[in-house]
C-alpha cells in the first residue's frame, strides 16, 4: 500500500479511500472503507474510456454477470457505478499478496501438499466462475492473492468490456491487454474462439509456476513470437513438478481444449486433502504480519506542497464530487502493477477489429484527426485503378498489355506489401500515384504494341504498390467498431462497384472520342489523389515494420506472377497446351513452397499469415473464390450486350451502371450499418448467395429476355450480394494485424483475390472460345449466348462454393452472438 497524493480523489462512491493498492490494466486501485467499515478494493476506471458509452454499457453488464459469481476462492464484487462519471466497481478485500509475489521474492516454489490444496481451491472458483457464465482469460499469479485459510481469484468480470472499445483508443495506449504469454491457452494464443477450457490451461500453467517458479515454456527473452510458438505447439516442460500432481497438470495442459478436465472434475480429484495448514509456516507467519500492519495503518492528508503536474492515470475525479465535463488527453501506456517477469500482456482476439494478436514494438498513437477525408482519398485510389484496368479493356491493341499488366500487379504485390511495412503506407501511395499518373499518360501516348506493353507494365507495377497500401491504411486506420464498418463499407463499395463505373466510364469515352481519354483522364485523378495523400493521410517513421525474407518473397511473386501467366495464356491455348500445363504447375509449385516457408518462419500464427487463424482461412477461401466469380461477370455481361444485342460501348456501361449502384448502396448503407452488430459470416455468406443467384438469373437470359424482366433482377441482385460480402470480407481477413505487419497482411488478402481472378479470366475465355470455334457463321451469336450462360454457370457455383467455405471456417461472431460473458 502506498499513501494518497495530492491528485488522488477522496472518495469514490459510498467509499472513503485510505491507500493506493497498485495500478490495474482498467485503471488506479484503492482501498476503501465503507461508512460501516467495511474495508474494500475499489477500481477505478481510466479516465478516457468514461467517454466511451459502448464500454459503459459492456461494464454495467459484465459487472452485473461477475456479481453473481459464488464461491469461497473468488473476491467477490460488492458495488459498482457504470453511470459515474469515471466508472468504478468495488471488490472484497483480500489481505494478502499475489502468488507471483509469494513464489518469486517471499518464498519460493511451494511444496507439494500447498500446491495439490491450490489446484483444488483454483479449481472451484473456476467452477464458480463459469457457472455464472463467464470466462477469466486472464488467469495467472498476480490475480492468484495468497491468503491464510487459502487463495483466491481476482479479476474476473470486466475483460469483456474491454473488447468493445479500440485498438487505438485503449489497447494499445492503456496497457489493458487481456492475456500473458506465460499463462496463456493454445487457442488464445492462436486468436480462436475460447471456452471454459482456456481457463484450464491457465490453470495447469499457474500450478507449475506454484511448484518450480518459473514458467511453463521458460522466459519470454527470445522473443514474443517465438515464445507465443512454444505454446501454441510444442510440449510442456513438467521438470519439477511433484510427481503425484504430473498427471493431472500434464491433462490440464492438453493442446486439444476437449481433452482437458473441467474445474468440476479438476476439484474432484484434489478434494482429498492434506492434513494441517495449507502453506508451510514461515509463509503464514508473513502473511499474519501483512495483515497485522493493515490493521495499523494509518492515511496521512495529501500534501498540499509543492502541488503536482496532474497524473493522467488517475481518473478526474474532483474531490467535491462534481462531474468531468471532458475527459482529460490521452497519455501513454502502462504496465499493470504485479504482472511477473514473463507475462507481457498481448490482446484478446474476438469479434471486429482487436489489436494486433502478436503486437510487435511500435508506438501507441491517436487517431488521425483527417482519416476521414483521408478516407475519400483513398476510395478515390483504389476507384483510380479498377478506372485504368477497365477502362484500357476498350484499346486497340493485342493481348501482350493485357497479359502484361496482369502479370507485372501479380508479381508485385509481395514486394509491394513490404514496402508498405518499411517504408510506411503513405509514403508507397505518393510513390504509387506519382509512378501511376506517368504510366498512364505513356499509355495514352503509346503508338504500337511494345511501348504500350511498356506502358501497361509499368501500370501494373505501381498499381501493385497502391492497392495493398490503401487496404493497409483503412485497416490500420479505422479501429473503433462502427467507424470501421463505415470504412470497410466505403472500401467494398469500391471493390464491388468500381468495375461497373470503369466499364461506363471506359465505354462512353472510346464511343465519343478514343479509349485513350481514359488513360489521360487517369492523370488528373491521380494528381488529385497525390495532393490528398500528401496532406490526409497518417504517416509514420520508415523502417519499422517486419523486415522481408528474401526467399519468401521470391517463391510468393514469382509464384503467383508464372501462375497469372499460365491462366492467362490458357484461355487462348487451351489448358492442355504444355505451355500452360507448365506455368500453371510451377506457379502452384512456388506458391505452395511459399507458403511452407511463411509458416515455417513465423513463429507463432501471426496476424499476416492466411493460416494464423482459422477465420482467416476462411477469408483466403472465400477472396479466391469469390474472385473468380465475380471477375467472370462484368465481361460477360459486356461481351453479351456487346456482341448479341449489338450495344455500343457506351450504351453497354449505361445498361451495366445499375449493378454497381447496388453494390454501393448495399456497400454504404446496409453492410456499414451492420458490420459491427452481426456476425461478419453472416453478411459475407448471405451476400455472396445473393450474388450467386443473381448470376444464375442472369445466365438464364436468352436473346428474347427483355431487360427489365430478366437482366436488370439479375444484375441487382449481383451487385447487392458483392456489395453486401466484399467489405465483411475485407474487414475480417485484415482484423487483428499489427499494424507494422499489415501492408504484407494486405498484400496477402489480395494475392488470394489475384489468383481467383486469374482462374475466372482463364475460364471465362476458354469457355467462350470453346463455343465460338465449334460455331458457324449463323449460329456464331447463338453459340456466343450459350458460352456466356456457361460462364454464369460456374461463376454462381464457384460464389456458392465461397459461402459454403466462409460458412464452415469464418467463426468470428458479433457481441450480440457471442453468448455468455467472457472475463
Known amino acids: 500500500m502506498d499513501q494518497l497524493i495530492a491528485a488522488d480523489p477522496t472518495r469514490i462512491g459510498p467509499y472513503r479511500l485510505i491507500a493506493r493498492l497498485g495500478e490495474g490494466g482498467m485503471g488506479l486501485v484503492y482501498l476503501g472503507r465503507s461508512e460501516g467499515g467495511r474495508t474494500v478494493a475499489v477500481k477505478v476506471v481510466q479516465a478516457e474510456h468514461a467517454g466511451h458509452p459502448e464500454f459503459r454499457r459492456r461494464f454495467a453488464r459484465e459487472v452485473a454477470a461477475a456479481r453473481r459469481v459464488g464461491g469461497d476462492w473468488t473476491a467477490a464484487v460488492l458495488d459498482a457505478d457504470p453511470e459515474a462519471a469515471v466508472p468504478w466497481v468495488a471488490t472484497q478485500y483480500i489481505p494478502g499478496p499475489d502468488l507471483r509475489t509469494v513464489v518469486a521474492e517471499d518464498f519460493g516454489p511451494l511444496p507439494e501438499y500447498s500446491v495439490h490444496i491450490l489446484a483444488n481451491r483454483l479449481a472451484v472458483a473456476l467452477k464458480a466462475v463459469h457457472d455464472a457464465g463467464l470466462i477469466h482469460r486472464d488467469l495467472k499469479p498476480s490475480n492468484v492473492l495468497v491468503t491464510v485459510d487459502g487463495p483466491r481469484v481476482i479479476d474476473f468480470g470486466i475483460a469483456r468490456a474491454m473488447d468493445s472499445l479500440t485498438a487505438d483508443s485503449l489497447h494499445t495506449r492503456t496497457g ?191 487517431p488521425h484527426p483527417r482519416r476521414r477525408w483521408g478516407l475519400g482519398v483513398l476510395a478515390l485510389t483504389q476507384l483510380l485503378v479498377l478506372l485504368d484496368l477497365t477502362g484500357a479493356s476498350f484499346a486497340d491493341y493485342g493481348t501482350a498489355p493485357v497479359t502484361a499488366y496482369a502479370v507485372a500487379f501479380a508479381g508485385l504485390l509481395l514486394p509491394g506489401g513490404y514496402l508498405c511495412d518499411r517504408l510506411g503506407a503513405k509514403r508507397v501511395v505518393i510513390i504509387g500515384l506519382s509512378g501511376f499518373a506517368l504510366a498512364s499518360a505513356l499509355s495514352g501516348a503509346a503508338i504500337d504494341d511494345g511501348l504500350m506493353t511498356v506502358a501497361r507494365v509499368l501500370q501494373g507495377g505501381f498499381a501493385a504498390l497502391l492497392t495493398p497500401a490503401t487496404l493497409s491504411l483503412v485497416s490500420t486506420g479505422f479501429t473503433e467498431p462502427r467507424e470501421r464498418a463505415r470504412a470497410f463499407g466505403i472500401y467494398g463499395a469500391v471493390a464491388a462497384g468500381g468495375g461497373a463505373l470503369g466499364l461506363f466510364t471506359g465505354g462512353w469515352l472510346a464511343q465519343m472520342a478514343s479509349w485513350r481519354l481514359s488513360e489521360y483522364l487517369c492523370v488528373p485523378l491521380a494528381a488529385l489523389a497525390l495532393t490528398g495523400a500528401a496532406k490526409l493521410l497518417p504517416g509514420r517513421p520508415a523502417g519499422e515494420g517486419a523486415r522481408p525474407d528474401p526467399l519468401g518473397v521470391l517463391l510468393g511473386s514469382v509464384g503467383l506472377a508464372v501462375l497469372v501467366y499460365g491462366m492467362d495464356e490458357a484461355g487462348g491455348l487451351g489448358w492442355t497446351a504444355p505451355q500452360v500445363l507448365g506455368a500453371v504447375a510451377l506457379g502452384v509449385l512456388l506458391l505452395a513452397a511459399f507458403l511452407w516457408r511463411w509458416s515455417a518462419t513465423s513463429g507463432a500464427p501471426s496476424a499476416e499469415h492466411p493460416g494464423g487463424r482459422r477465420d482467416r482461412v476462411g477469408c483466403v477461401l472465400a477472396m479466391v473464390l469469390a474472385g473468380a466469380g465475380f471477375l467472370a461477370l462484368l465481361p460477360s455481361l459486356g461481351i453479351y450486350m456487346q456482341y448479341v444485342f449489338g450495344y455500343a460501348p457506351g450504351m453497354t456501361g449505361v445498361m451495366i451502371l445499375p449493378l454497381g449502384a447496388a453494390a454501393v448502396i448495399a456497400a454504404t448503407q446496409v453492410s456499414a450499418r451492420l458490420q459491427d452488430r452481426v456476425a461478419p459470416r453472416v453478411l459475407i455468406v448471405s451476400g455472396l448467395v445473393a450474388a450467386a443467384a443473381g448470376m444464375l438469373v442472369l445466365a438464364g437470359v436468352d436473346s428474347d429476355s427483355a431487360y427489365g424482366t430478366r437482366m436488370l433482377p439479375g444484375m441487382l441482385l449481383a451487385g447487392l450480394g458483392g456489395g453486401l460480402a466484399f467489405g465483411p470480407l475485407f474487414a475480417t481477413a485484415t482484423a487483428g494485424v499489427d499494424p507494422q505487419r499489415s501492408g504484407t497482411a494486405s498484400a496477402l488478402v489480395v494475392m488470394a483475390q489475384q489468383a481467383g481472378e486469374a482462374i475466372g479470366a482463364a475460364l471465362l475465355v476458354a469457355l467462350i472460345t470453346a463455343r465460338l470455334d465449334a460455331a458457324s457463321e449463323e449460329t456464331r451469336s447463338e453459340e456466343l449466348m450459350r458460352g456466356y450462360g456457361d460462364t454464369l454457370w460456374w461463376a454462381g457455383g464457384a460464389l456458392l462454393l465461397a459461402a459454403l467455405a466462409a460458412g464452415l471456417l469464418i467463426k468470428a461472431r458479433s457481441p450480440e452472438e457471442s453468448g455468455p460473458a467472457t472475463a
Open 176 to 366: 489493458m491487454l487481456i492475456g500473458s504469454p506465460g499463462f496463456m491457452s493454445p487457442e488464445q494464443v492462436r486468436g480462436r474462439e475460447l471456452t471454459p477450457a482456456s481457463d484450464v490451461f491457465c490453470l495447469g500453467a499457474v500450478l507449475v509456476y506454484a511448484s518450480t517458479g518459473r514458467l511453463l515454456f521458460g522466459a519470454a527473452d527470445s522473443g514474443l513470437n517465438a515464445h507465443l510458438f512454444r505454446v501454441a505447439e510444442e510440449e510442456p516442460d513438467l521438470t519439477g513438478v511433484p510427481q503425484p500432481l504430473t498427471g493431472l497438470v500434464r491433462a490440464c495442459l492438453e493442446k486439444d481444449p476437449a481433452a482437458r478436465p473441467t474445474p468440476g472434475e479438476i476439484a474432484e480429484r484434489t478434494a482429498a486433502e492434506p492434513a494441517g495448514e495449507w502453506l508451510p509456516g514461515s509463509v503464514l507467519a508473513q502473511l499474519g504480519r501483512r495483515a497485522a500492519r493493515l490493521l495499523d495503518w494509518s492515511p496521512e492528508e495529501p500534501a498540499a506542497e509543492p502541488i503536482a503536474p496532474p497524473d493522467p492515470r488517475i481518473p478526474s475525479v474532483p474531490r467535491q464530487h462534481q462531474p468531468v465535463p471532458t475527459p482529460p488527453p490521452p497519455y501513454a501506456p502502462t504496465t499493470p502493477a504485479g504482472t511477473p517477469s514473463g507475462e507481457r500482456s498481448v490482446p484478446a482476439q474476438g469479434f471486429g477489429p482487436p489489436p494486433a494478436a502478436l503486437p510487435g514494438p511500435a508506438a501507441p498513437h491517436a
